[in-house]
Antibody, heavy 119, light 106 residues
Framework: EAQLVQSGAEVKTPGESLKISCEGSGYDFSSHWIAWVRQMPGKGLEWMGIIYPSDSDTKYNPSFQGHVTISADISITTAYLKWSSLQASDTAMYYC????????????WGNGTTVTVSS | IQLTQSPSFLSTSVGDRVAITCRASQGINNYLAWYQQKPGRAPKLLIYAASTLQIGVPSRFSASGYGTEFTLTVNSLQPEDFATYYCQQLYDYPHIFGQGTKLEIK
């Protein structure tokens, strides 16, 4: 069974860096796009970007480009979302999600990582 | 591409039939998915390719549409269906979501 397991909750102060992870198992990790989705407290879902682990081809939502970096390491079947300098407005739940064989399907979601940024 | 989902909030009862609409600002063929999210949980895929039911999703869920107008219908609402529903377009990047529709028990 395909599964995405995300790293644990983080509490950071503004200006700190952070990298959260999403480990895939039960499927061919390198051949499925992985997207990241933000959900701020009490708000809706926001698509941040997507990566193809096999060649690291990455597409960003312009709203997030330059503020986060998406990467992947196929040797350990893990995707990452990184911030160089966190802001209080980055406080949110972050989900990774796998695209299925069809480009119309985002079918497997991670359990989510809560990031809290507070001084 | 912008997605406009309506209504934003729906107060309804067990056994009711409800319809949620999602309108795209430009044609997206059938590159639309629907998700259900319950509090404190990750979203769950219900429908992809505008009308294809994901494996394991109850048949009371159905969806239709093509181009710019899409509808998710839930027949005979069950207590476990009270949640927030989102549409998402996968036609072009960024793969944005609608703003969500919250179903609440009347």
């Amino acid at each position: 069974e395909a599964q995405l397991v995300q790293s644990g909750a983080e509490v950071k102060t503004p200006g700190e860096s952070l990298k959260i992870s999403c480990e895939g198992s039960g499927y061919d990790f390198s051949s499925h796009w992985i997207a990241w989705v933000r959900q701020m407290p009490g708000k809706g879902l926001e698509w941040m970007g997507i990566i193809y682990p096999s060649d690291s081809d990455t597409k960003y939502n312009p709203s997030f480009q330059g503020h986060v970096t998406i990467s992947a390491d196929i040797s350990i079947t893990t995707a990452y979302l990184k911030w160089s300098s966190l802001q209080a407005s980055d406080t949110a739940m972050y989900y990774c999600v796998r695209r299925g064989r069809s480009p119309m399907v985002m079918d497997v979601w991670g359990n989510g990582t809560t990031v809290t940024v507070s001084s | 591409i912008q997605l406009t989902q309506s209504p934003s909030f729906l107060s309804t009862s067990v056994g009711d039939r409800v319809a949620i609409t999602c309108r795209a600002s430009q044609g997206i063929n059938n590159y639309l998915a629907w998700y259900q999210q319950k509090p404190g949980r990750a979203p769950k895929l219900l429908i992809y390719a505008a009308s294809t039911l994901q494996i394991g999703v109850p048949s009371r869920f159905s969806a239709s549409g093509y181009g710019t107008e899409f509808t998710l219908t839930v027949n005979s609402l069950q207590p476990e269906d009270f949640a927030t529903y989102y549409c998402q377009q996968l036609y072009d990047y960024p793969h944005i979501f609608g703003q969500g529709t919250k179903l609440e028990i009347k």
